[in-house]
């Protein structure tokens, strides 16, 4: 059964930092194309950050270029997300995607298969 699993968020004051992971299991993440999204509330959900199945191509929301950083652990078969300098407009709730190929459309919601649960990012003083 392939599943994921979101964890990492938090409470933090602007300018901290936080990591968040999206365990899979039943399939492995370098076959799988990863995006996270967030939702803010009131707003639609965005997409933030991806990295393409099978390389080490990543693409980056433009607010959140420099700050954040996506990765894979192939041994703990984990996607993570390094979020860096945090500001308020970041709070969210925070969710991993999945999909088994690359669109040049990887923003779009719709397109992916599987999803973790989301966790809450807030970020304030």
């Known amino acids: 059964e392939v599943q994921l699993q979101a964890s990492g968020g938090g409470l933090v004051q602007p300018g901290g930092s936080l990591r968040l992971s999206c365990a899979a299991s039943?399939?492995?993440?370098?076959?799988?194309?990863f995006t996270w999204f967030r939702q803010a509330q009131g707003k639609e959900r965005e997409a933030v950050s991806t990295i393409k199945r099978d390389e080490l191509t990543t693409y980056y929301t433009d607010s959140v270029k420099g700050r954040f950083t996506i990765s894979r652990d192939y041994a703990k078969n984990t996607v993570y997300l390094q979020m860096n300098t945090l500001k308020p407009e970041d709070t969210a709730v925070y969710y991993c995607?999945?999909?088994?190929?690359?669109?040049?459309?990887?923003?779009?919601?719709?397109?992916?298969?599987?999803w973790g649960q989301g966790t809450l990012v807030t970020v304030s003083s």
């Open positions: 039943g399939f492995p993440v370098r076959k799988y194309t």
């Open positions: 995607a999945a999909h088994p190929s690359w669109t040049p459309a990887w923003s779009r919601a719709s397109y992916y298969n599987y």
